[in-house]
């Protein structure tokens, strides 16, 4: 049996881009976004436990192959395909990932079926700072990014940029300052994440809300799962979107 039997599978398209998504649940609603190599059994878990918190949950699938365990034959396979997917960026700097609109377009459906305050965005790895991109619409009222690492961390001014452009880093900060927090979790040496943290730190101040685990570790939500990581996250949700729902 599939991890993802119990899940509604649909599509979504945006601008000419179709993905296939993967739904489950009742409540408000959450984008999660898996990691590299893809939709693992791992991050359905999780996913699963968001959905039992009261929330229908949407995952849009990327890359890589939905129910496949995150090993490193499925790694190999995927990163080249990611290399010269023109929807990531992986290198630059100053730059919001171009998937960007589509899941951004994603979060606005879901909200206008939905309604409330907006949906939740969680990230991860690879996708980590996808959700801090999300946050320009307004649909997205709790966005999260877990262990954020693209641009990929080559030299300072990479392991520093916060995988947007100018003008929507304007737009994240004049919605933080509105009092849209943002969730990041991570483990303070996974040198995949750089100095993005403190990046977040200047740039949003109080309004980001960082967890930070010691020992060594980076996928704090699945492979070096954090309960407490697990816990902040469903609690961030669950303050954002259902009590402002009631």
Request: include cysteine; proline fraction near 6%; aromatic fraction near 6%.
């Amino acid at each position: 049996m599939s991890a993802l039997d119990s899940w509604s599978r649909g599509s979504h398209t945006h601008d000419g881009t179709t993905h296939p998504t993967y739904r489950k649940g009742s409540g408000p609603g959450v984008v999660i976004i898996h990691e590299i190599p893809g939709m693992s059994p791992e991050v359905i878990g999780f996913a699963d436990e968001v959905v039992a918190a009261g929330h229908t949950v949407v995952m849009p699938h990327l890359f890589g192959e939905p129910g496949a365990p995150a090993t490193g034959a499925q790694v190999a396979k995927v990163l080249p395909k990611l290399c010269v997917n023109k929807e990531f960026t992986k290198l630059a700097t100053g730059e919001t990932t171009p998937v960007a609109g589509w899941l951004r377009s994603l979060a606005r459906d879901l909200h206008a079926e939905l309604g409330g305050p907006g949906v939740g965005a969680l990230g991860m790895c690879f996708t980590g700072g996808f959700a801090l991109a999300m946050m320009v619409d307004d649909s997205v009222a709790a966005p999260v990014l877990c262990q954020p690492s693209a641009p990929f961390a080559i030299g300072r001014r990479r392991g520093a940029d916060l995988n947007l452009s100018p003008a929507d880093l304007e737009i994240v900060k004049r919605r933080a300052a509105q009092g849209c927090s943002v969730l990041g979790l991570r483990y303070r040496k996974d040198p995949a994440t750089g100095t993005r943290f403190d990046t977040l730190r200047h740039e949003l101040g109080d309004n980001f809300i960082a967890v930070e685990f010691e020992g060594r570790g980076h996928a704090v939500l699945t492979a070096h799962r954090q309960q407490e990581a697990v816990d902040r996250v469903l609690a961030f949700f669950g303050e954002r979107l259902t009590a402002a729902a009631g």
